[in-house]
């Protein structure tokens, strides 16, 4: 019996209960190199196990199977991604959370596969299992929740990922997963106009804490304007006081195209802003974000015949469309439909006279709908204002947090100085 059947014979005879899985992972850690020595022939010795069964030293031998060169025909590449995608799917989670670094490196390369296929709409489904799997719970971020809404991205399965992006999140294994889940998930709300949840991810990004600028923070931070502009109408240049020294010092300059834009924007000048879009086409398209531009532009209409509604009762089609620089009164009651269609703006339109006449929000926020979602609100702010509670108690006991804040106590002890200064006798 060589080497590799010994492993398979000691995989086969330690899986059946919690001590002999626990034995047989500090077995599989001595025989890792092994494993990975031998990498290019294992794949025959899987059909001996059980990925159900034998989940870790399953996934020891898929690790090491993966981490030989990428497969080079597509025949090779379709094998490997199926062979993964069926362990993903019958493994038993809590042999995998033995050895969550093998688990995440598996996975990674099943995205590798899919992709090499041009079939990222076939990983959507075992990479969201494969993070089910690893979570310890729904506010757990694992590495593997970028790669799964890349997945949805590419594929365009944007209502995939938006399930994944409702769960709240308060526990992340590393630093530069919050930037690419926020960033990807920002696109994909993006993709499925949920501009308001976009806005939120975005500016997570934007103001994560961060030592050095890189570039996840400068593409979100062009996304984050854009946004701003289709959502909400405007843009602050002026980041949040909590935002790191390194986002309020660099972003803006990083950027000037999109600040630029939003200065042209917020003057309210159709003309200037298209051409200035024209102008800056090449730059706008080299970043992928062409297509967010043009709603700027489209969205531009909206916001100044929203300002109308804030002057006028009653106004032509015709004033409408000289008034924001339509073609025809054809063009602006289309806008005006689509805009009482969405909600965005109440008003009716007589069709005899062509006469839009604009009114005030029919909610009064006394329906069992409107209670429910207020309620609902309410419930989620106490949820999470425990949460924090919980949170401060547990970093203030915490010995790291102490030291460090006792150095920094040190350097500036401020029970030296009067809280109040006192007057100089000149």
């Known amino acids: 019996m060589n080497q590799v059947e010994s492993v398979v014979a000691q995989i086969q005879g330690l899986s059946s209960s919690v001590s002999d899985v626990s034995a047989l992972q500090n077995y599989l850690k001595q025989v890792d190199e092994v494993l990975h020595a031998e990498s290019?022939?294992?794949m025959p010795f899987l059909d001996q196990l059980d990925p159900s069964k034998h989940s870790l030293g399953y996934l020891y031998f898929l690790e090491a199977c993966t981490s030989a060169p990428v497969p080079v025909t597509n025949e090779q590449a379709s094998v490997l991604a199926l062979t993964i995608a069926r362990f993903i799917c019958s493994c038993a989670a809590e042999q995998i959370r033995l050895a969550p670094e093998k688990f995440i490196a598996v996975c990674k390369s099943f995205k590798d596969q899919v992709l090499l296929l041009g079939a990222p709409l076939c990983g959507v489904a075992p990479m969201l299992t494969a993070i089910r799997k690893l979570q310890f719970?729904?506010?757990h971020l694992t590495t593997l929740h970028p790669e799964f809404l890349?997945?949805?991205?590419?594929?365009?399965?944007?209502?995939?990922?938006?399930?994944?992006?409702?769960?709240?999140i308060f526990e992340v294994d590393q630093p530069r997963d919050i930037f690419l889940y926020c960033y990807y998930g920002g696109m994909i709300c993006i993709g499925h106009k949920c501009f308001q949840k976009a806005l939120e991810l975005l500016h997570n990004v934007v103001t994560a804490p961060m030592s050095t600028i890189n570039a996840i923070a400068v593409e979100a931070y062009k996304k984050y304007i854009l946004v701003s502009l289709i959502h909400n109408g405007q843009f602050s240049t002026s980041l949040p006081k909590y935002a790191s020294s390194t986002a309020q010092r660099n972003l803006k300059n990083l950027c000037q195209p999109y600040v630029e834009l939003a200065n042209c924007y917020i003057n309210g000048k159709i003309t200037e802003l298209e051409v200035y879009v024209q102008a800056n086409r090449d730059k706008f398209e080299s970043d992928s974000n062409l297509g967010l531009v043009k709603q700027v532009v489209s969205s531009m209409y909206k916001q100044n015949i929203q300002r109308l509604t804030q002057t006028y009762l009653t106004l032509s089609l015709q004033d409408i469309a000289n008034t924001v620089q339509l073609n025809s009164p054809k063009e602006a009651e289309m806008h005006v439909l689509q805009m009482i269609q969405d909600g965005e703006i109440y008003a009716t339109i007589n069709q005899k006279d062509g006469m839009v006449r604009f009114l005030e929000d029919p909610e009064q926020y006394k329906t069992c709908q409107?209670?429910?979602?207020?309620?609902s609100s309410i419930q989620r702010i106490m949820s999470l204002s425990k949460k924090l509670t919980a949170m401060d108690?547990?970093?203030?006991?915490d010995p790291l947090y102490l030291t460090k804040a006792g150095r920094e106590r040190q350097r500036f002890d401020f029970d030296d100085f009067d809280s109040v200064p006192q007057k100089f006798n000149v």
């Not at 890349?150 to 709240?168: M, P, R, V």
Request: proline residues 0%; glycine residues 2%.
């Open 40 to 42: 290019t022939r294992l």
């Open 137 to 139: 719970s729904t506010e």
């Open 150 to 168: 890349l997945l949805c991205l590419l594929a365009k399965s944007y209502k995939t990922g938006l399930s994944i992006l409702e769960d709240s």
């Open 370 to 375: 409107m209670i429910e979602r207020i309620d």
């Open 393 to 397: 108690e547990l970093m203030s006991c």
